[in-house]
Every structure is written in structure tokens, then in C-alpha cells.
């Protein structure tokens, strides 16, 4: 849908003194296109609220999904079914989907698009993110919350996303087994990953102060 726009992508990139860039393949595209890319994998933002340093007592993992073409919502389905001790919460327009509150595990709940506040109050009260993509390079937004407000993420390997949260998020492979396992060891290590989360934010903005400064040298 964007490709109209390339020819006027170029040309202001090739102007610019720098182009912003969220993952390392972006960034070597805008560099074959004469730009100056800066890599910001991540920008955490401020906020009034973080999530509590324990996990919650009942295993809850907020399972943020945009139900478009690249998000394998079957398989998270299926691997919801197969761990009912475990309570997701399922953000998103999921009618689009073809998804109902009656095809779902009954330990899931469909929370739909919510409004930006309460997204929030779910995000802080998770054990864990889950968000998932075919699109291995994203940095996905969803992950950038939960490391904004020290929450532990589970999601398929990206080479940006591991960058950033490094040992405090957990990475599966997109297959069915690959998911449970992801599943058991984030809830189990939470207590752990919660206080990793923290230490990936705080190392985030430092790395993102020196690529600021070192841009605004050049």
C-alpha cells in the first residue's frame, strides 16, 4: 500500500540529516537509498504507572494481537486451550478474525480494542505480554509498552526485539510446541523476568542517549 510513496521517501531521506529506524533491516534499506539511518530499536516512554514488582497470584498474560495477516491467532488459540491454569486476555478486533467469545477457551477472555487507559491498567496488571508475528524483524509495539512499564514479554525471535530485551523477555519459535514451552517457562520464571525487565529498560535509554547524541554530532 505504501509503494506509491517510495519515489517521495527517497528523496526526503536523501535530504534529511537523519532517518529514524526501528530495526536493523529498515535501517540498511535507508542506507541504499543515499539516507543517514539512526537505529532506535526501542523508545521507552514516561509514565505515572508501572506494574507492580510481583507478578499477580493467578498466572495472566495479556496476549496483544492486531489480528491482521501476520498474526498467527490459531496457534495462540490452540496453545490457550492446551494451558487453562493459565488466564489470557485477548486485545484486539477479533471479529475481523472470524473470532467469537463462543470459539474460545474458556480461560481466555476477549477484551477487544480498548481504550488507551485501560489497555494500560491490563498491560500493569499481566505476568506477561504475549505478541506475536510472522514478520520475524519487527520491533513490535506491544513489546515496546511492556518494557515501558516493566512487564515480561513472550514473543517469537526477532533479531530487534532480543537486542533490546536480551535475557529478560522469552522467544519461541512459531509452532505450537514452541509456544507451550514459552508459555510454562514465562510464567514460571516471572518473579525473575520482572526484575530483568527493569535493568533492559534502564540499559534501552542509555543506548538511546548515546545514539541521539552521537547523531546530533554528526
Not at 495462540?76 to 475481523?96: C, I, N, S, W
Not at 506491544?142 to 526477532?158: D, K, Y
Not at 518473579?191 to 540499559?203: E, I, S
Request: with cysteine; glycine share 6%.
Amino acid at each position: 500500500v505504501w509503494r506509491p510513496f517510495r519515489p517521495l521517501y527517497r528523496w526526503l531521506l536523501r535530504r534529511s540529516p537523519a532517518t529514524l529506524c526501528h530495526n536493523h533491516e529498515d535501517a540498511e534499506v535507508v542506507r541504499s537509498w543515499g539516507g543517514r539511518p539512526v537505529r532506535l530499536l526501542s523508545l521507552p516512554v514516561g509514565l505515572d504507572r508501572v506494574a507492580a514488582p510481583d507478578p499477580p497470584v493467578t498466572p495472566t498474560i495479556l496476549a496483544v494481537c492486531s489480528f491482521a495477516q501476520d498474526a498467527p491467532t490459531r496457534l495462540m488459540l490452540e496453545v490457550m486451550r492446551r494451558r487453562p491454569g493459565v488466564r489470557f486476555l485477548l486485545t484486539g478486533r477479533y471479529a475481523k478474525a472470524g473470532v467469537t467469545p463462543e470459539t474460545v477457551p474458556r480461560n481466555v477472555t476477549l477484551l477487544g480494542f480498548l481504550p488507551y487507559e485501560a489497555y494500560l491498567d491490563a498491560l500493569c496488571a499481566a505476568t506477561a505480554v504475549l505478541t506475536l508475528s510472522t514478520r520475524g524483524h519487527i520491533m513490535q509495539m506491544a513489546a515496546e509498552e511492556a518494557l515501558t512499564v516493566g512487564v515480561p514479554v513472550l514473543t517469537n525471535r526477532s533479531p530487534a526485539i532480543e537486542e533490546v530485551f536480551g535475557e529478560a523477555g522469552v522467544y519461541c519459535e512459531l509452532t505450537a510446541e514452541g509456544l507451550l514451552a514459552g508459555v510454562d517457562r514465562v510464567v514460571s520464571e516471572a518473579p525473575l523476568l520482572r526484575g530483568r525487565v527493569r535493568d533492559a529498560r534502564a540499559a534501552q535509554l542509555e543506548r538511546v542517549r548515546s545514539a541521539l547524541t552521537e547523531a546530533g554530532r554528526a
